[in-house]
Nanobody
């Protein structure tokens, strides 16, 4: 059974940092690309960041370039999303996903449960 288990997001002040983690079960981690989508209320779902199974290339959405960083640890079957200089517009539910294709696609069946990140003073 495939499971993507995300860490809790939480409340962060503007300008602050937070790190999301996603642990993968039931897939060969070295064979899948990983990514993070987010969806804010009333907005479309956006791909925030993605990383191929071998660590390169990486993709970042324009709104997070220079602030977010995606990485992966094959020994821990885990992907990370380091978020720095957070802004209120980063408030959203963040979803981890895994895909055996690159570039990865939101029609992959492998999604995490989602975690709320709120950026507010």
């Amino acid at each position: 059974q495939v499971q993507l288990v995300e860490s809790e997001g939480g409340l962060v002040h503007p300008g602050g940092s937070s790190r999301l983690t996603c642990e993968v079960h039931g897939l060969i981690f070295g064979n899948v690309a990983m990514g993070w989508f987010r969806q804010a209320p009333g907005k479309d779902r956006d791909l925030v960041a993605a990383i191929r199974w071998d660590g390169n290339p990486k993709y970042y959405g324009d709104s997070v370039k220079g602030r977010f960083a995606i990485s992966r640890d094959i020994l821990k079957n885990t992907v990370y999303l380091q978020m720095n200089n957070l802004k209120p517009e980063d408030t959203a539910i963040y979803y981890c996903l895994a895909d055996e294709r690159w570039p990865l696609s939101p029609d992959t069946p492998y999604w995490g449960q989602g975690t709320q990140v709120t950026v507010s003073s």
